[in-house]
T-cell receptor, first 112, second 111 residues
Framework: KNEVEQSPQNLTAQEGEFITINCSYSVGISALHWLQQHPGGGIVSLFMLSSGKKKHGRLIATINIQEKHSSLHITASHPRDSAVYICAVRVLIKAAGNKLTFGGGTRVLVKP | SQTIHQWPATLVQPVGSPLSLECTVEGTSNPNLYWYRQAAGRGLQLLFYSVGIGQISSEVPQNLSASRPQDRQFILSSKKLLLSDSGFYLC??????????FGAGTRLSVL
């Protein structure tokens, strides 16, 4: 079993719909990252969070440390949100430094 | 502001040839630096990370090596490429344990 599991693997939505992507992890972490990978391959860091909730524009990320679960929400989705969204965790082991362990990604397609 | 440069964007190399990918960061000092690989249809995998000049940690045994000759320069190398080295290579930087910022990536095809 992977240390970081994302669901769903693929998601198709109509423009304007609310989208939720889930990430579950099985190890102790010091932080969780949400990344966005565009079709060309470039990666953008969206959020880094260790507790609670963060919001940036139409994106909202939440984390529940006790349940080892995080969600990424996209409100009023738009075709330009089409991308692969990747969850990554920084494992809570001092020797691990700032290494990230990645989920397999969720491919999101928003249709106009 | 900080920027990260990675080149080339695309590279096609024959099996057995050498490789050198370069990554540089501007606008910050003493960053943590990372090399990741994404094989076709697979997730990201950390290859190397560095917390300072000359300090390299390898995460997976492989045909590749990394070097950090200057504070903001990180180089990924191979003496002889294998077919299995094909993939999308990403460089990233962070301040200590902070968020990581990624370069645009290099798509390497080994033929």
């Amino acid at each position: 079993k992977n240390e970081v599991e994302q669901s769903p693997q693929n998601l198709t939505a109509q423009e304007g719909e609310f989208i939720t992507i889930n990430c579950s992890y099985s190890v102790g972490i010091s932080a969780l990252h949400w990344l966005q990978q565009h079709p060309g391959g470039g990666i953008v860091s969206l959020f880094m969070l260790s507790s609670g909730k963060k919001k940036h524009g139409r994106l909202i990320a939440t984390i529940n440390i006790q349940e080892k679960h995080s969600s990424l929400h996209i409100t009023a989705s738009h075709p330009r949100d089409s991308a692969v969204y990747i969850c990554a965790v920084r494992v809570l082991i001092k020797a691990a430094g700032n290494k990230l362990t990645f989920g397999g990604g969720t491919r999101v397609l928003v249709k106009p | 502001s900080q920027t990260i440069h990675q080149w080339p964007a695309t590279l096609v190399q024959p099996v057995g040839s050498p490789l050198s990918l370069e990554c540089t960061v501007e606008g910050t000092s003493n960053p943590n630096l990372y090399w990741y690989r994404q094989a076709a249809g697979r997730g990201l995998q950390l290859l190397f990370y560095s917390v300072g000049i000359g300090q390299i940690s390898s995460e997976v045994p492989q045909n590749l090596s990394a070097s950090r000759p200057q504070d903001r320069q990180f180089i990924l190398s191979s003496k002889k490429l294998l077919l299995s080295d094909s993939g999308f290579y990403l460089c990233a930087w962070s301040r200590l344990w902070d968020i990581q910022y990624f370069g645009a990536g290099t798509r390497l095809s080994v033929l």
